[in-house]
Nanobody
Framework: QVQLVESGGGLVQAGGSLRLSCAAS????????MGWYRQAPGKQRELVAI???????NYADSVKGRFTISRDNAKNTVYLQMNSLKPEDTAVYYC???????????????WGRGTQVTVSS
């Protein structure tokens, strides 16, 4: 089995910062792209940032210049540094990773359970 566990969410004032972490564990052979998504109440889940296994990175326009995604392949972990937070960043943030398990031929997308980020005005 494979698990993704997020941490680092919480309550912060507008203009503040948070750093999210997501660690993958289990019978992992290789990890491809890793990313962060978010879902605000009443809205669809949206991509925030994604980083490939060769460090190609893309951000949603709404977070460019404020958020930074990075990964530590030795720790099977992806991070999201969030600065200059705004109330509209309030959402549940989910980690996603494409993972090839040991003895499985293909990659499968896995999701974490999410971590709440609340930005007060």
């Amino acid at each position: 089995q494979v698990q993704l566990v997020e941490s680092g969410g919480g309550l912060v004032q507008a203009g503040g910062s948070l750093r999210l972490s997501c660690a993958a564990s289990g019978s992992i052979f290789r990890i491809g792209a890793m990313g962060w998504y978010r879902q605000a109440p009443g809205k669809q889940r949206e991509l925030v940032a994604i980083i490939t296994d060769v460090d190609n990175i893309n951000y949603a326009d709404s977070v460019k210049g404020r958020f930074t995604i990075s990964r530590d392949n030795a720790k099977n972990t992806v991070y999201l540094q969030m600065n200059s937070l705004k109330p509209e960043d309030t959402a549940v943030y989910y980690c996603n990773a494409d993972i090839k398990r040991i003895a499985v031929e293909y990659m499968i997308p896995y999701w974490g359970r999410g971590t709440q980020v609340t930005v007060s005005s």
